[in-house]
Every structure is written in structure tokens, then in C-alpha cells.
């Protein structure tokens, strides 16, 4: 079993950062990522990194040049910084983990974590 633990959310500012971490798989070669499901609506892809990390990742379009997802191996942690935040940014956030490569990442995951919630206000 692949626990995932998030941390890092909270309350900010429209135009606002927030960094959210995401403790991981000890063992074994996955490609890690962050989905979200703001309230209402499905759940959706923002990003994703491959084990080699920053060489290989990939973003929503809606996040693109706001956020930057990137990887310490060995911490097993992941962290997606978040800038430039947005209202519609406004979502529980899912850190997940997965065999399959980032280009398939966005099509699910295997294993997930608790979700932390980050909210934006205007």
C-alpha cells in the first residue's frame, strides 16, 4: 500500500502563493502528481512529475506559468508551488501517485492522498 500524505494548504489573497507538499512512496519508481476538485465540480488534473523529476513533467492548461511542480527524491516529496493564485484556483487538493508515465497521468491514479484544501479569496 502507497500511503501519500499532503500538507500546505490554506486561506490567501487572489494573486497570492501557496506551496503544497506531498510525502511519499519510499520505494519504487512512480510518477507523482496533483489532481483537484473544486466544490461542485469534477475532479480535474493540474500536474504531474516523473521519477527523474523536473526533466520530465507536465500541467493543466489552466495552471500553466502559475504553477511549478518539482520532486526531492530523497525526502520522497513533491511539492507543487502555486502563484499567481486565482478564485476559480479554489479546490480540494489531491496528491497522487501512479506507474504509468506523466504523459497518462492526467487519466488517473492508483494511489491518493487525504486531499488538503486550499481556498482563494477575492
Known amino acids: 500500500q502507497v500511503q501519500l500524505v499532503e500538507s500546505g494548504g490554506g486561506t490567501v489573497q487572489t494573486g497570492g502563493s501557496l506551496r503544497l507538499s506531498c510525502a511519499g512512496p519510499t520505494s519504487g519508481a512512480y510518477t507523482m502528481g496533483w489532481f483537484r476538485r473544486p466544490p461542485g465540480k469534477v475532479r480535474e488534473f493540474v500536474a504531474a512529475?516523473?521519477?527523474?523529476?523536473?526533466?520530465?513533467?507536465g500541467y493543466a492548461d489552466s495552471v500553466k506559468g502559475r504553477f511549478t511542480i518539482s520532486r526531492d527524491n530523497a525526502k520522497n516529496t513533491i511539492y507543487l508551488q502555486m502563484d499567481s493564485l486565482k478564485p476559480e484556483d479554489t479546490a480540494v487538493y489531491y496528491c497522487a501517485a501512479d506507474s504509468r508515465r506523466v504523459g497518462k497521468f492526467s487519466k488517473g491514479a492508483d494511489f491518493w492522498g487525504q486531499g488538503t484544501q486550499v481556498t482563494v479569496s477575492s
Open positions: 512529475i516523473s521519477y527523474l523529476g523536473s526533466s520530465n513533467t
